[in-house]
Each structure stands twice: as structure tokens, then as C-alpha cells.
């Protein structure tokens, strides 16, 4: 079984109010993540993601583009120790 990791991803930009936080939901659930996605409250976006390197790899590029009416202008992400996460979903 291939070892799990949790990123804690920070997405800066234009991106709240252009539906990142649903295409986040669709695309980690694609993909097999778990965790959550929220939006802070100085207008960037926050997510934890969970699954294996390449799973969370894949998904950070995506987090670099993001959906089609976002500007995203940083991705940053830390390592940490997996929370082990039932599913993904929209926090509030």
C-alpha cells in the first residue's frame, strides 16, 4: 500500500466567488483525496488534502490553474502526517 500524506495547500489569487471551492470538491473526489477546502477570510483559499504523493502531486498542479474564471497567483503547500480523512468536502 502506498504511503499516505496530508498537504496543507494555500491558494492565492481571484479566488473566491468563481466556484473554486466546488471544482476543488469534484476534483479531489476524482481523484481519490480526502480532506477539505475552505475560504479564508483574507480572500485566499485553504486545503487539506490527503492521499499519495502522486495523488496530492497531480492535484497541487491543478490547484495551479484551478477553475476557469480564477486567477491564481500562488500555490503554497507543507507536508505533514496523514489525519486519515473519511472523504473530501466544503468547509465553512
Known amino acids: 500500500m502506498e504511503e499516505k500524506l496530508l498537504y496543507k495547500i494555500q491558494v492565492k489569487g481571484q479566488v473566491q466567488g468563481v466556484g473554486f471551492r466546488w471544482n476543488t470538491l469534484r476534483e479531489a473526489r476524482n481523484r481519490g483525496i480526502k480532506g477539505f477546502v ?13 492521499g499519495s504523493i502522486k495523488q496530492l502531486n497531480d492535484f497541487v498542479e491543478w490547484c495551479k490553474k484551478g477553475p476557469g474564471f480564477a486567477l491564481v497567483e500562488s500555490v503554497t503547500k507543507e507536508t505533514f502526517p496523514p489525519l486519515n480523512y473519511r472523504d473530501f468536502q466544503i468547509d465553512v
Open 38 to 50: 475552505k475560504n479564508l477570510p483574507d480572500g485566499s483559499v485553504y486545503i487539506e488534502a490527503e
